[in-house]
């Protein structure tokens, strides 16, 4: 595999507006990028642009707050599902080296008595940043809503009833992270003979990731012939990719892609890096198994059925948040 960087124009932006104006040639686009890429740039989107500077202020205002504070809302034993995760724990599948990263989660508020209630914990939220909660609450729903409407093309581009990833995903175990990349030097790049960076190459474990806040440069995805592809969105559009439980859905047809956040050149080291990923989930108890128009007649599946829950749990173990 070469690690040569290239920059190019070539993953597909879309106008999510064109999902209701040319829905046909709006999945087409879509598709054949998350065929050929895994990702996709999504501008219109509908989630409103004060909104988005609203949580990039008050994510902002929660890292900047004293270790000794964050670290309250960090809640042991839950894996890192709601709360704080500090710099340094997680670690890309198959790495030594630890991100360079920490991280808040916010998840679904469920009522009590949800038959998926033990599968998702209460949310916590920090006192120390008013409105947190209100601003956080309405990003993952209209995070949730747009992640539907996403869906809703890949269905119609499969050639499947474009309502079927409507009830796969309601009430799904979808969680809305608040990254913070702090400012790198040389000594924490190599601490514990590590080579760390930003975030290891690694490929996301849930049905769609939706991100804002990648104009900063440093995401990269990994093409099919193994070089790096630098995604570099404008500001507001959302980048969107497959994760593997929708890649495991369609046999490998749509690709999980593996992406990294390389640290930033050194004019740039001194900054700060902000994103705020939407991991969208199926529920818990949905089946994953290849869609039949997606494997070969005479052929096996390439990967066993196995539970949307039954698979995070896996995965979780794997980057050493469980």
């Known amino acids: 595999m070469t690690t040569d960087t290239i920059s190019s124009d070539s993953v597909a932006t879309v106008s999510l507006a064109d999902a209701d104006r040319t829905p046909a040639a709006f999945a087409e686009a879509l598709g054949h990028s998350f065929v050929d890429y895994g ?39 839950s894996g890192g599902a709601r709360g704080y995760t500090p ?30 209630k033990g599968h998702m914990a209460d949310n916590v939220w920090p006192a120390e940043v008013p409105g947190f909660k209100e601003t956080f609450q309405a990003l993952y729903a209209a995070f949730d809503q747009a992640g539907v409407k996403i869906l809703r093309a890949v269905a119609r581009f499969l050639k499947i009833d474009e309502d079927y990833f409507t009830d796969t995903v309601r009430d799904g ?37 939706l991100l804002l806040g990648a104009e900063e440069a440093g995401l990269q995805l990994r093409t099919k012939d ?34 990294r956040v390389v640290n930033p050149a050194p004019d740039r080291a001194s900054k700060a890096r902000y994103s ?21 007649p005479g052929a096996a599946p390439k990967w066993p059925a196995i539970t949307a829950d039954d698979y995070l749990q896996e995965r979780l173990r794997e980057i050493k948040l469980k």
């Open 39 to 77: 990702f996709a740039i999504v501008r219109d989107h509908g989630i409103s642009q004060s909104l988005i500077d609203e949580a990039e202020a008050k994510a902002k205002a929660f890292f900047a707050l004293p270790e000794e504070v964050k670290r309250k809302y960090k809640i042991e034993g």
């Open 173 to 209: 175990n979808s969680v809305m992270r608040l990254l913070h990349y702090p400012p790198i030097d040389k000594q924490m790049i190599d601490s514990g003979g590590g080579n760390h960076i930003r975030a290891g190459a690694h490929e996301d474990i849930n049905t769609i990731t």
């Open 276 to 296: 705020m990923p939407f991991f969208l989930h199926f529920r818990s108890d949905y089946l994953i198994e290849p869609l039949p128009s997606t494997v070969p």
């Open 87 to 116: 710099f340094g724990i997680e670690t890309a599948k198959g790495a030594e080296a630890h991100d360079l990263k920490e991280f808040w989660h916010v998840g679904r508020d469920l009522p009590e008595g949800h038959r998926f």
């Open 226 to 259: 193994g070089r790096w592809l630098d995604v570099s969105p404008k500001p507001g559009e959302l980048v969107i990719n497959i994760g593997d439980m929708l890649q495991r859905l369609t046999n490998g047809y749509l690709r999980s892609t593996p992406h």
